[in-house]
């Protein structure tokens, strides 16, 4: 799969990351993948179902993938939730 082809989803404005998809999908990319962790989840989800609701209708999901990630950080190891929503046309 190509980098460009990966919406990392942070703390930008939702619209931002539809704005990015759409564009993606317009420039005859087949398929997009949204990911995301922690409590950005949410987020994902949303920008998702903003993008086949309002502006994509022929968008479908191929695949959606739950995980868990172990991070090393200055407290120690820590568990964080990750998804990644595959959108194809």
Do not use: C, W
């Not at 942070?10 to 317009?26: D, R, W």
């Not at 995301?36 to 086949?52: F, L, N, P, Q």
């Not at 191929?62 to 172990?70: G, R």
């Amino acid at each position: 799969m190509a980098e460009e082809n990966i919406i990392y989803v942070g703390k930008k404005p939702t619209m931002n990351y539809v704005l990015a998809i759409v564009t993606q999908f317009n420039n005859n990319v087949d398929h997009i993948t949204i990911k995301a962790r922690g409590k950005a989840i949410s987020k994902a989800v949303d920008i998702a179902e903003i993008t086949r609701r309002k502006f994509l209708h022929e968008a479908k999901y191929s695949a959606i993938k739950l995980d868990t990630e172990l991070l090393k950080g200055e407290r120690g190891e820590l568990n964080v939730s990750s998804i990644e929503i595959t959108l194809t046309r």
